[in-house]
């Protein structure tokens, strides 16, 4: 069965980096678009990120420059780089397998001021 499993949220200050990483299994992570999403308390989910099987990724306008995600077709692994964290990245993040549309459980990051 498809099992996504987050990892690398924490509490961190503004201005500070985190490296989410999710792990990805049953299913053809190398052929697949995979992405990245937030939920902060009382708002709807949003995408902040999503990259092709190729490699080929966009962002959300409000992470552009500071947000990076990546993958490893290797080690059925995605990723995101986040630098120059605000409080307003606080959020639950969630990996997301866009073809079947199915999401992690999450992990938490929240930025203090």
């Known amino acids: 069965q498809v099992r996504l499993v987050e990892s690398g949220g924490g509490l961190v200050q503004v201005g500070g980096s985190l490296r989410l990483s999710c792990a990805a299994s049953?299913?053809?992570?190398?052929?697949?678009?995979m992405a990245w999403y937030r939920q902060a308390p009382g708002k709807e989910r949003e995408l902040v990120a999503r990259?092709?099987?190729?490699?080929?990724?966009d962002y959300v306008d409000t992470v552009v420059g500071r947000f990076t995600i990546s993958r490893d077709n290797a080690k059925n692994t995605l990723y995101l780089q986040m630098n120059s964290l605000k409080p307003e990245d606080t959020a639950m993040y969630y990996c997301a397998n866009l073809v079947v549309g199915f999401w992690g459980q999450g992990t938490q990051v929240t930025v203090s001021s």
């Open positions: 049953g299913f053809a992570f190398s052929f697949t678009t």
């Open positions: 990259i092709t099987n190729r490699g080929t990724p």
